[in-house]
């Protein structure tokens, strides 16, 4: 049976609900009822064919509570005179909200509006936007708003997160909340408290005027003359990137890998840093000026995120070099080939022209599926004999 059913009507409501347009009208103080609801009936065929069917239809039509039936007498030239529905209205608000059980979360949300409109009335707007997500963090509320409250006393704080002192609020609350923070405090903040060249839940930080963690660079000294260090340990060593900016070593060769292993392995190169590249971005390099007048070598996986993180690295090091990612280093190992699990589609527009032929060799499947060699898989005496040749030019 097709004909809307008290089910049906349940659902039209919830999926007001679902959409925030009955919340909204909270914060807005529209008037949304009363409020005629799309329904289905018997046709007039329908009608003379199933009468027992429309008959116990429209009992159960009629039994149902917080919306109302209009009837109306309808002549049927077979079965004569009768009143049938012919209109639904739900008339108020509260009908709707009984109907589908929400009425205690609307209450709820209705002291939380009554809340942020005496506290912080420039966020109502978001209350409309977002009234779902709001009553989701109903707990929270008070939180945010001393946090709001804080923010607005102390713009751009210069301090970490940890030194704010707030009752009840910690660091994690702030992190866990922080996409809704951001946009909280957009509402909430004078245009020069904020950094609109900065975005995303990554910047928070730097956006709001918090002091950030400080990235961190590791680095191994190739050069066995060049002691940062005295000690007769390797010079295996992590800064934060303001240091490694202000380094200027007498570096002409920088090698950057991703493995762990191969940092610790590379031999000695005069001249010669390696860099460990798990953990931080490119653009973290970028800032050292120094490092731009180097030779740079990309040790990566030969598969299509390989050669799409040297692509990257190039966007900020247009003269960066591959090093070990080549068509002769694949071939030789053909033992080692392993699968590569979400191999990349799209294609790479700073590769040389081998680099790129490559890539679409493994991309377009045609050396075989899926086809990866790890860095880590490399001989050790294959790479000796490339590090070699490298120094030697």
């Not at 009822?33 to 429209?58: C, G, L, Y």
């Not at 009908?95 to 109502?124: H, Q, S, W, Y």
């Not at 928070?204 to 990235?215: E, V």
Request: charged residues 25%; hydrophobic residues 40%.
């Amino acid at each position: 049976m097709s004909w809307t059913t008290p089910a049906d009507l349940h659902a039209q409501v919830q999926r007001m609900w679902e959409s925030g347009l009955l919340l909204t009208s909270l914060v807005s103080g529209e008037d949304l009822f009363p409020r005629r609801v799309p329904f289905k009936r018997p046709t007039s065929n329908e009608m003379a064919e199933r009468f027992e069917d429309v008959r116990t239809w429209i009992a159960e039509l009629r039994q149902g509570a917080h919306y109302r039936v209009v009837m109306r007498e309808l002549r049927h030239r077979i079965i004569g005179s009768n009143v049938v529905p012919a209109e639904i209205w739900i008339d108020t608000l509260d009908n709707a909200l009984n109907l589908i059980g929400k009425a205690r979360d609307a209450r709820r949300f209705k002291g939380l509006v009554e809340l942020v409109r005496r506290r912080n009335p420039e966020l109502l707007r978001w209350f409309a936007k977002r009234p779902i997500k709001a009553l989701d963090l109903a707990e929270d509320w008070p939180r945010f708003l001393d946090i709001i409250s804080w923010m607005q006393a102390h713009p751009r704080p210069g301090v970490y997160m940890r030194q704010m002192d707030i009752p009840g609020v910690h660091t994690k609350f702030i992190e866990e909340h922080r996409a809704v923070l951001s946009e909280l405090l957009d509402l909430s903040l004078p245009p020069d408290a904020i950094d609109s060249e900065t975005t995303g839940v990554s910047q928070f930080c730097r956006r709001y005027g918090f002091l950030d963690r400080p990235l961190h660079v590791r680095f191994r000294i190739l050069d066995p003359e060049l002691v940062l260090l005295n000690t007769p340990t390797d010079q295996d060593i992590a800064v934060n990137q303001e240091t490694f900016n202000r380094l200027d070593l007498e570096i002409s060769r920088v090698f950057i890998t991703e493995n762990e292993i191969n940092y610790l392995a590379l031999p000695s190169v005069l001249g010669g840093m390696v860099i460990f590249g798990a953990g931080y971005g490119f653009e973290v390099l970028a800032q050292a000026t120094w490092l731009h007048r180097c030779l740079i070598y990309y040790w990566g996986d030969i598969d299509t995120h390989g050669f799409a993180i040297l692509d990257q690295l190039r966007s900020y090091f247009p003269k960066a070099e591959s090093f070990l990612m080549d068509r002769k280093t694949l071939m030789a190992h053909e033992q080692q080939w392993v699968r590569e699990p979400q191999p990349l589609r799209r294609d790479l527009t700073r590769l040389t022209k081998e680099e790129r032929a490559l890539f679409a060799d493994l991309r377009d499947n045609r050396i075989l599926p899926t086809l990866r060699l790890e860095q880590e898989r490399i001989g050790f005496g294959w790479i000796m004999t490339a590090v070699k040749s490298l120094v030697e030019l």
